[in-house]
C-alpha cells in the first residue's frame, strides 16, 4: 500500500515540476519582453523621435484621417459584396436541399467550386 501511494504521488509531482520548470524557462510569469514592439499600433513613439513641426503634425493627422475613412469605406463595400456571394451560394444549396429529387452531380460541383473558392483564398 505504501508503494502505491508513492507512485500516485511520484506519478502527480513529475508533471508538476517539469511544467514549472518549462514556464521558468520561458521568462516566467508575466516577463512580456518587448510587448506590442511588433503591432501595428499608431506608433506615437516613432512620431515623438521624429520631432515634426505642427503643419507637418496637422498634415500627417489629415492623411491618417482620409486613408481611414478610404479604408472603412472600401471595407464596407467588400463587406457587402461578400454578402451577396454568401446568399446566392445559400440561394444555391437549398435549391438543391428542397429539390423533390435530390441530384448529387450538381452538389458535387457546388461542393467543388467552394472547395476552389476557398482554395484561391488562401
Known sequence: MKMTKKLVLAAAAVPLVFGSATAFAFGGKGDFKGKGECRGGSG???????????EQKTQLKEMRTNAKAEFKEMRSEKGQEMMAERQAYQAQVNQLLL?????????????????EKQLSAA
Do not use: G, P, Y
Open 99 to 115: 429539390a423533390d429529387t435530390f441530384d448529387e452531380a450538381a452538389a458535387n460541383d457546388l461542393a467543388k467550386e467552394m472547395v
Open 44 to 54: 506615437h513613439k516613432i512620431l515623438r523621435q521624429l520631432d515634426l513641426t505642427d
